[in-house]
C-alpha cells in the first residue's frame, strides 16, 4: 500500500461521503431538511418529514456510498493480500467521515449508520449481518431509530472479535469494528441525552 493509493482512496472515500442525498433528496420536495424536524441530514429525518418513501431511498443511497468507497479499493487490488482490505478499511471511514462532516455542508452531515452499513457489506458481511439482526430486534421493539443505532454500534467490536479472533496474528477489521461502534456512538450523544430523559422521538403511531 503506497502512500499515492492510501492518499487517492482516503480522498475519492470522503468526497464520495461528502455528498449528501437526504439534502438533495430533501431540496428536490422543496424542503431543507435542516429546518424541519430534528434537522438532522439523514434518512431518518427525512422518512420522518417526507415520508418511507423518500426515507428509505436516502437509506439505500447512503448505504451504496459506504460500499462504493470500501468495495473499489478490494476490486481494484483483488489478489493482493490484505492490501486490498486495508485500502477498503481506510475507504470506508473516510467516506463515514465524509457523511458526517461534509465538505458540502460546511462540515455538517448525518449520523453515518446507513453509510457503515453498507460499507460493511463489503468489509465484514457477518459482522454486519448480526449488527442488523440487532438493530431489527430493537427497532421493531421500541420503534427508536437512534437506540436500535446505538445497539447496532455495540455489536460490532463484540461480533468482530469472535469473527476475527487475532490470535493468529493483528487483524484491521477488530480496530474498524471498534472505531466503527464509538464514531457512531459519539455522534448519537444527544439521543443519548433524550433516551435518558424519555425525550427521543420514535414512529410509534
Request: proline share 2%; with cysteine.
Amino acid at each position: 500500500m503506497s502512500g499515492i493509493e492510501l492518499f487517492v482512496v482516503t480522498l475519492t472515500g470522503y468526497l464520495i461521503g461528502s455528498i449528501s442525498f437526504a439534502v438533495l433528496v430533501a431540496k428536490s420536495q422543496g424542503v431543507d431538511i435542516f429546518q424541519v424536524g430534528s434537522g438532522n441530514p439523514g434518512a431518518t429525518n427525512v422518512k420522518r418529514t417526507l415520508g418511507s418513501k423518500w426515507g428509505n431511498t436516502v437509506f439505500a443511497l447512503d448505504a451504496l456510498k459506504g460500499f462504493v468507497a470500501a468495495g473499489w479499493p478490494m476490486l481494484w487490488l483483488c489478489g493482493s493480500g490484505d492490501a486490498g482490505l486495508r485500502l477498503g478499511i481506510v475507504g470506508l471511514v473516510a467516506a463515514i467521515l465524509g457523511h458526517s462532516y461534509s465538505v458540502f455542508l460546511k462540515f455538517r452531515g448525518g449520523k453515518g449508520v446507513a453509510t457503515t452499513m453498507g460499507g460493511l457489506l463489503a468489509v465484514m458481511p457477518q459482522v454486519l449481518l448480526l449488527g442488523l439482526l440487532a438493530w431489527l430486534i430493537t427497532y421493531y421493539a421500541s420503534k427508536i431509530v437512534a437506540l436500535a443505532s446505538i445497539l447496532f454500534a455495540l455489536s460490532l467490536p463484540v461480533s468482530a472479535y469472535f469473527f476475527y479472533d487475532n490470535s493468529g496474528g493483528f487483524d484491521p477489521r477488530l480496530i474498524l469494528a471498534t472505531l466503527l461502534a464509538l464514531l457512531i456512538i459519539l455522534r448519537h450523544r444527544a439521543n443519548i441525552v433524550r433516551l435518558l430523559r424519555g425525550e427521543e422521538n420514535s414512529f410509534k403511531k
